[in-house]
């Protein structure tokens, strides 16, 4: 495999993870067992999931974009979806969070992140137009 396609399975994961991580989150803040403060929680998942994953997707597409790779874009492509999907569904969860914790950073949160899923989806799309590499001769 090449670089690329690793570097688009480490993106794939990182989108998982904080997918993950905001919805575990969304649903304790359902029924918080213990204080917590929703924004610096928020803001540490960003940081260390999506972030690196949308600046690992950008290199991807920055190195797969001459020639195209159908199996890296559609490996972004999934995980734009990832995030799509797992921000729907924290949106779905803002409204049985506890008033106490509803705080701008959890209101907005899920809708940023669809938003942004859907330019990587596209990007990921893109790379689906592969071209014929040109032979090199050296003499």
């Given at each position: ?83 799509l999907i797992g921000m729907f569904y924290a949106n ?32 990921g799309a893109f790379l689906f137009r592969t071209k ?8």
């Amino acid at each position: 495999m090449a670089v690329e396609k690793y570097l688009a399975i480490a993106s794939l994961g990182l989108f998982i993870m904080f997918s993950a991580e905001i919805v575990t989150f969304y649903t304790f803040l359902v029924s918080p067992k213990i204080e917590v403060e929703p924004e610096p929680q928020i803001l540490m998942y960003i940081s260390i999931g999506v972030a690196p994953a949308m600046i690992i997707a950008g290199t991807v597409f920055i190195l797969s974009k001459r020639y195209g790779s159908r199996s890296v874009g559609s490996i972004i492509v999934a995980g734009g979806a990832a995030l799509l999907i797992g921000m729907f569904y924290a949106n779905m969860l803002i409204p049985k969070i506890d008033k106490n914790y509803l705080v701008f950073a959890v209101i907005v949160v899920p809708q940023l992140f669809m938003a942004v899923s859907i330019p990587v989806m596209a990007t990921g799309a893109f790379l689906f137009r592969t071209k014929k590499r040109p032979i090199k001769e050296y003499f």
